[in-house]
């Protein structure tokens, strides 16, 4: 069903949105304010709550469904579900890495912003890979009746909190920074800065 997958390209397309902020601010971790750091918690948290929980399972649900129809390499299948997991897994060790950076723990500023890199450039590539195989074939391979169990095969999909309206309060300052990112193209004040070599 086109809708469902055109759904999870808009959200590919805010992923993207979320990973390019990251990138053009230059994710300076160390010498950035709490608030700064803040926002990186919460925009990990986004990525750890909304995509783990929503995005990434209806998408395990299609490769599932095309496994079951022969339509895809499982080889393939297995890898985007093993991307999954990973980013589940690493986006969940960043949180609280970025949580201990904030409460001044042992976290090294140079391994965390690493580390949130990496997360990126993951997500980036899984998003490439089900934009040029899963769904192709999706389309290609999947009638109403196999859509219709994929919807109903899992819980009811909660509204994205960050890229919906209403915005969960607790995005509001992120949403602002991507908006006003989105809109002219220039940094905002509230995001890390890279620290002048």
Not at 42 to 53: E, G, M, Q
Not at 62 to 74: D, G, M
Not at 127 to 154: K, N
């Amino acid at each position: 069903m086109t809708n469902i997958v055109d759904t999870l390209r808009a959200e590919h397309g805010n992923l993207e949105r979320l990973i390019r902020l990251f990138d053009d601010q230059a994710i300076a971790i160390q010498g950035a304010s709490p608030a700064s750091t803040a926002l990186l918690v919460d925009a990990t948290y986004y990525l750890t709550r909304f995509p783990d929980v929503n995005h990434h399972t209806l998408e395990d649900r299609i490769v599932e469904s095309l496994l079951k129809k022969r339509a895809l390499p499982v080889a393939l299948g297995r890898e985007i579900e093993a991307q999954h997991a990973t980013l589940v897994r690493e986006g969940h060790q960043l949180l609280q890495a970025l949580e201990s950076l904030i409460r001044e723990e042992n976290s090294s500023a140079e391994w965390v912003e690493f580390q949130l890199r990496l997360y990126g450039e993951r997500l980036r590539h899984n998003i490439a890979m089900e934009e040029l195989t899963l769904f192709p074939m999706a389309l290609a391979r999947l009638d109403a009746d196999d859509w219709d169990a994929i919807v109903r095969g899992g819980p009811t999909p909660s509204a994205d909190p960050l890229f919906q309206t209403p915005v969960h309060e607790r995005f509001r300052q992120l949403h602002r920074i991507i908006a006003r990112e989105a809109e002219c193209g220039c940094e905002d004040d509230d995001f890390p800065r890279p620290i002048p070599h």
